[in-house]
């Protein structure tokens, strides 16, 4: 008796570890990679509510139009056309023999992604330029003001800014650009934004979701912008952005707007700040997901629909055409009263 008691209970526990072991293996045909790509981002998107999507909703909408006999070029545009609600920067499917599509509108249409010129910048208004691997550009403008143009922040630690700090101790203030940052590390943005800290300022925290409940996430963690390195630059500060200003660069605009001597010029940033995260469907497809909620320091999420500047203000294809960038101009301008 007691070794039959052994025995159910065993096969019991088993059972139960089948459960929570072994789950059910996505199959690799049309309906199985949509549901793999919809569950996936149940589980792990975490800023549906920040966008205003209902996932469920959208799952009734287009499940049906996937069976057996979907082809690839149905199953990627039903796919894409689902996620283009959440109208995502960092959201994007790239599938073979298929262009690389991304989640966010401007993004994949471009309408002003010509409003801003670096060209411009370097050729007109620019002195005593320097070029760091074609990544941090920074020099003089109008002979007071410092600039610093950030195009993107992957790669290994900004090791040009203490350099760069020092030959900026005689400015009367300084301008950095965000415009058209493509993102990347933000621990490099944190890095270059400490030599212009002074007293430790909460900037942003993170959650990350880890569940398909939408109260499932992880613990808070918090990022702080505080001082590092042998000086500070503590003069005004205006910072530039666009629509373009995206990720890592949003991150960055985090940290710096908490600071007092910061001034925000131009335009609402892409709105995707949250980690970006790679998945694989069954069939080989690669998408991209947020898989965090950014919290800015004031409280609010700006998820969706960008960091707003403190000015607005934006470039015209007049202007640039006539050689001039508007917003730096204002930006001078401003650094100057």
Excluded at 97 to 102: H, M, Q, T
Excluded at 167 to 195: C, P, Q, W, Y
Excluded at 229 to 252: H, W
């Amino acid at each position: 008796m007691k070794y039959l008691l052994n025995m159910i209970f065993f096969l019991t526990v088993l059972s139960s570890c089948e459960d929570l072991l072994f789950e059910e293996v996505p199959t690799n045909d049309p309906e199985g990679n949509f549901e793999s790509l919809w569950t996936t981002f149940q589980e792990r998107y975490a800023v549906f509510e920040a966008r205003n999507v209902d996932w469920q909703e959208l799952f009734e909408q287009f499940r049906p139009q996937v069976n057996i006999n979907t082809s690839d070029d149905e199953l990627f545009q039903i796919i894409t056309e689902m996620l283009s609600h959440l109208d995502d920067a960092h959201v994007s499917l790239m599938a073979e023999n298929k262009p690389f599509w991304r989640g966010h509108q401007e993004f994949r249409e471009q309408t002003h992604n010509l409003l801003f010129d670096f060209g411009v910048v370097w050729e007109n208004y620019l002195t005593q330029p320097v070029n760091v691997n074609n990544q941090y550009f920074y020099g003089t403008v109008a002979n007071d003001f410092g600039y610093l143009w950030i195009n993107h922040l992957g790669g290994d630690e900004p090791g040009f800014i203490d350099e760069m700090i020092a030959s900026m101790s005689n400015k009367k203030g300084m301008i950095i650009d965000l415009r058209h940052n493509t993102g990347g590390d933000f621990t490099n943005g944190e890095a270059i934004v400490s030599r212009f800290a002074g007293q430790r300022s909460l900037a942003f925290s993170g959650q990350p979701k880890n569940g398909p409940g939408p109260a499932d996430f992880g613990p808070a963690t918090d990022y702080f912008i505080e001082a590092q390195g042998p000086a500070q630059f503590s003069k005004p500060v205006i910072v530039l952005t666009d629509r373009y200003t995206l990720s890592a660069g949003e991150s960055t605009l985090l940290f710096l707007r908490v600071l007092p001597n910061v001034t925000v010029i131009g335009e609402p940033t892409a709105g995707a700040m949250g980690e970006r995260i790679e998945k694989e469907m069954p069939n080989g497809w690669v998408y991209s997901i947020t898989g965090q909620l950014i919290t800015a320091a004031d409280g609010n999420v700006y998820e969706g629909p960008g960091i707003p500047p403190d000015i607005q203000a934006s470039n015209t294809f007049e202007g640039l055409a006539d050689g001039k960038d508007e917003v730096l101009e204002l930006a001078i301008d401003y650094l100057k009263e």
